[in-house]
């Protein structure tokens, strides 16, 4: 599948204000319609609030779907979502 155009997470202002960073990796489901039928962590940041905001946010994410010749399928794609503070 495709991204289309997904806004990023919110960042957690708990997060933010403990300076907390990190990535995680999610494993998503995508169904033939491009929508996230079921999202799981494959690897975690490390912190409760950024992980639920990178679920809560792919949850609601628009896919292309993935096709075998022109017939769009279910498929299984891996997203990273990384939070980074800046100065």
């Keep these: 599948p495709k991204y289309q155009r997904n806004p ?15 990535l995680v ?10 929508r ?9 940041s490390g912190f409760p609030a950024l992980d639920e905001a990178a679920i809560q946010a792919v949850r609601r994410w628009q896919f292309q779907p993935a096709r075998i010749d022109s017939i ?3 498929s299984v794609v891996e ?4 939070f980074r503070l800046t100065e």
């Design 8 to 22: 990023q997470p919110s960042y957690p202002l708990s997060a933010r204000r403990q300076r907390q960073e990190g």
């Design 25 to 34: 990796v999610l494993t998503v489901k995508v169904t033939a319609l491009g």
């Design 36 to 44: 996230a039928e079921l999202v799981e962590f494959k690897h975690s």
């Design 72 to 74: 769009a399928v279910d």
């Design 79 to 82: 997203i990273p979502v990384r």
